[in-house]
């Protein structure tokens, strides 16, 4: 009797959530850049793909380089057309917690931030002290000058998070390693990384990160630098900057996408923050495949860091970091 | 040839709308969007519905402030390039002042306005000063002011205002909200049943009695007629006995007001605390938008709707899902507002017309003759 009650039951959940990916559901996602950015926005684009490719039924919308001014405009015209609108970047928390509000029949998600926002609107955040962390690992035990780059975009959201992270692998795994630090102000400034890297550059680092889409103009300097090395924050880079990339981390937020689609179809409309942490899969971690880049010794250490993060979640006390 | 200007005018708008037309619509047909969509979409669908309306006058309501702040500048001689900046120093003060001054009550909102006045006042008359003093070019000084006020608001924001709720990568940077009794109202708080989502804010009443206040100074007032003729010609207005380097100091400095006020307005009305970003670029664009309007602070208005109603279709376009990417977009309102400001100074140019008419006048004789 007992194994025919978990059997029914386990048809059932089946069912439900069989049910629960067939229904498709409108979402639009609002992006401070355009979905093809290498960063932030792209992590994003790529994890509805993934949801779609998951089974989801997604219709999805998405509205590239909206300007913080331009905010509360885009999200009233968005309002009541789509089941979900997901804001993504803090720049837009003060507009989705103004709108949101008075659209009760909509459900919205606002990242990043750890705080509630309300009945009708979700919250998601990257632990991204997690990725840093692996990062400064790399980077502490790759640096050969023991001078470190960061190219920070703003000391905000989960950029802030990810660069103290960064500081508390990079002391850990070599305590004489020196870091340099400079902020560009925005997610986006291209130019500004790339001249910030090129002062590293200059300076004499050897190893050089940088959080948020705007890095990729700091990476394209270490690209044509010579015996400089990059440790990434998205798999893009990987890609795209083989020879100097060591390893990346990255964002997976099909997490996030289904998370919310299977809470709005339960019916949970929001008031509940959502992390993205190495324990829920909500960021990948990738290592380069060239050998002579990324040696077996640093590897391993790296991974000893990934499954401490993955069996400890949410456990990096990053903001007992004072940064210089 | 009767009624030439207006042919001439007629005209060079026709042709200036089939251009716009023709150029946008390969594009749109090379990205395979729907040509006559995408041109309804960002002409008509900003009038479709009251909450767009609204959301075209939130715009327009910044531009128009610094497009009249502009103006002053320009008519007098001196380049304000600074506006951006302006904005941002302006709207600095605001928030310091709401937030520490401890002023509630019915005087709160006019002080605050003032103060982002006296503000960004303040960052225009250092390039006016620089100018009528050690004759630093303007168009130098206020684009290096520009970076000082972008990287002081940013430092303000991240250390001594930050709000304590986002410290720590809780959130972007931002300042605590300031008290409900210091935004300006808005016209669903001022009448009752407006539609849904009627957003728009009494700013768009400050932004036009000031055009009307800005016009009657600069055209009705003897201060007004000096600013203007050193602008026209600042040898002439010495001549005359103009101190042509205090008007000029003195146009940065209302020039400055305007834009203070315009980032003011935009923290009191619509996001009701300091953000990054939070001047939508509208101290670059209220340049094009004076300029458009003829650097009359009454053609300002019409001007700065126009641009308002562009950028508000645009910006529906990819809500609309038509498939333009966003840097397509810009690329299509730079265009309309290239061919719409080309248009204007050909319209203008009397020597170009003069050609024209001489040229079909040559064409018609050669014809008759025939």
């Known amino acids: ?324 | 040839m009767k009624n030439f200007k207006l042919l001439y005018t007629v005209g060079v708008i026709l042709l200036s709308v089939l251009l716009t037309l023709g150029i946008a619509s390969l594009i749109l047909a090379v990205l395979g969007a729907d040509v006559l969509k995408t041109f309804w979409v960002i002409f008509c669908y900003p009038f479709t519905t009251f909450k767009n309306i609204s959301g075209v006058i939130n715009i327009m309501t910044p531009l128009t402030l610094v497009g009249v702040g502009i103006c002053v500048a320009y008519r007098s001689g001196i380049m304000n390039i600074g506006g951006e900046g302006q904005m941002l120093i302006g709207l600095l003060c605001a928030i310091v002042f709401a937030l520490y001054s401890g002023i509630e009550g019915p005087l709160s909102i006019p002080l605050i306005l003032l103060t982002g006045m006296i503000g960004g006042a303040v960052w225009g008359f250092f390039p006016g000063i620089l100018k009528s003093k050690f004759g630093v070019s303007e168009l130098l000084s206020t684009v290096m002011f520009n970076y000082i006020a972008t990287q002081l608001y940013s430092y303000c924001l991240r250390v001594p205002l930050l709000d304590p709720a986002v410290a720590g990568g809780a959130g972007d940077p931002q300042t605590v909200k300031l008290a409900e009794n210091q935004w300006l109202p808005r016209i669903n708080e001022i009448i009752e049943n407006t539609p849904k989502g009627t957003r728009f804010h009494t700013g768009i009443l400050i932004a036009l009695v000031l055009a009307v206040i800005v016009y009657l100074f600069m055209w009705k007032t003897p201060v007004g007629f000096k600013m203007r003729a050193a602008g026209a010609s600042d040898r002439a207005a010495r001549y005359g006995g103009i101190s042509v380097n205090k008007y000029l100091v003195l146009a940065m400095l209302v020039s400055g007001a305007c834009c203070g006020l315009a980032g003011t307005v935009e923290i009191l009305g619509v996001h009701h605390r300091g953000l990054g970003n939070c001047t939508g670029g509208y101290g670059f664009s209220g340049i094009v938008v004076a300029l458009f309007g003829g650097l009359h602070p009454l053609g300002v208005i019409p001007a700065a709707f126009f641009f308002a109603l562009i950028s508000f279709g645009c910006s529906a376009l990819q809500i609309n899902k038509i498939p333009v990417p966003s840097n397509v977009i810009d690329v299509l309102m730079g265009l309309v507002i290239l061919v719409i400001v080309a248009a204007k100074l050909i319209i203008a140019n009397p020597y170009l017309m003069d050609r024209t008419q001489r040229k079909l006048q040559s064409m018609l004789h050669r014809k008759e003759a025939a």
């Open chain 1, 1 to 324: 009797m007992k194994k025919l009650i978990v059997l029914l039951a386990a048809i059932m959940m089946l069912a439900v959530s069989f049910t629960a990916v067939a229904e498709s559901v409108s979402i639009a996602i609002v992006y401070p850049d355009t979905v093809d950015d290498k960063g932030w926005c792209q992590s994003m684009h790529m994890g509805v793909e993934k949801a779609i490719s998951m089974g989801y039924e997604i219709d999805y919308t998405p509205v590239e380089s909206v300007a913080t001014a331009d905010a509360p405009n885009t999200l009233d015209q968005l309002a009541e057309n789509y089941d979900i609108i997901i804001c993504h970047g803090a720049m837009f928390n003060t507009a989705v917690q103004e709108i949101g509000p008075e659209y009760p029949d909509q459900v919205w998600a606002a990242g990043t931030t750890d705080q509630l926002f309300g009945e009708n609107i979700f919250t998601y955040m990257p632990m991204s002290e997690e990725p840093g962390y692996i990062n400064g690992v790399i980077a502490g035990m790759m640096t050969k000058a023991n001078k470190v780059g960061i190219v920070g975009s703003t000391d905000g959201a989960d950029s802030a998070r990810y660069v103290r992270g960064f500081v508390m692998g990079l002391q850990e795994s070599n305590p004489n390693a020196e870091y340099m630090l400079s902020w560009t102000g925005s997610f986006s400034d291209t130019v500004g990384a790339g001249d910030i890297g090129n002062t590293f550059i200059q300076a004499g680092c050897d190893v050089l990160v940088g959080p948020a889409q705007q890095a990729v103009g700091a990476l394209r300097n270490v690209a044509a630098a010579e015996g400089v090395l990059w440790v990434g924050q998205t798999t893009a880079q990987l890609v795209d900057f083989p020879e100097v990339t060591v390893a990346a981390a990255d964002y997976d937020y099909s997490a996030v996408i289904v998370g919310l689609i299977d809470r709005y179809n339960e019916g949970k409309t929001g008031n509940e923050c959502l992390p993205l942490n190495y324990n829920n899969d909500g960021f990948v971690y990738t290592f380069s495949e060239n050998t002579e880049l990324l040696p077996e010794d640093v590897k391993a250490a790296a991974q000893a860091a990934f499954d401490k993060l993955v069996a400890t979640a949410n456990t990096l006390d990053y903001k007992s970091i004072e940064l210089k």
